[in-house]
């Protein structure tokens, strides 16, 4: 007989949007099954199915490489994410904040 599975109590800091998307696949989900995903479950099954990938923290120092390293894994190339700065310099426009 199979023992069943333990669980940990993890705090999770995840900004608005992030939340927000969590929220939207649990909603999702209640729209068009009738059952609601709670946000633990979803994040859940994100960690089982990137478990499958069977990648490890091998050679990854940052949050960002480690998700180029999933997302490479899955087939998909990540996205370009630019600094504020960055932006700045390609949109030529100043920006200042008086007092």
């Known amino acids: 007989m199979k023992e069943p599975t333990k669980s940990c109590t993890v ?12 929220d939207k696949i649990g909603k999702d989900a209640l729209f068009s099954t009738g059952s609601k995903l709670s946000r633990n479950k979803v994040i859940s099954a994100m960690i089982l199915a990137v ?3 069977g990648l490890t923290g091998e050679g ?6 480690l998700q ?32």
């Open 60 to 65: 990854t120092k940052t949050k960002d490489a």
């Open 11 to 22: 705090i999770v800091n995840l900004g608005r949007e992030e939340v927000d998307y969590l």
């Open 68 to 99: 180029a390293k999933i997302l490479q894994a899955m087939g998909l190339k990540p996205l370009r994410v630019e600094s504020p700065k960055a932006i700045l310099s390609e949109d030529k426009t100043e920006h200042r904040l008086t007092a």
């Open 51 to 53: 478990k499958q990938l």
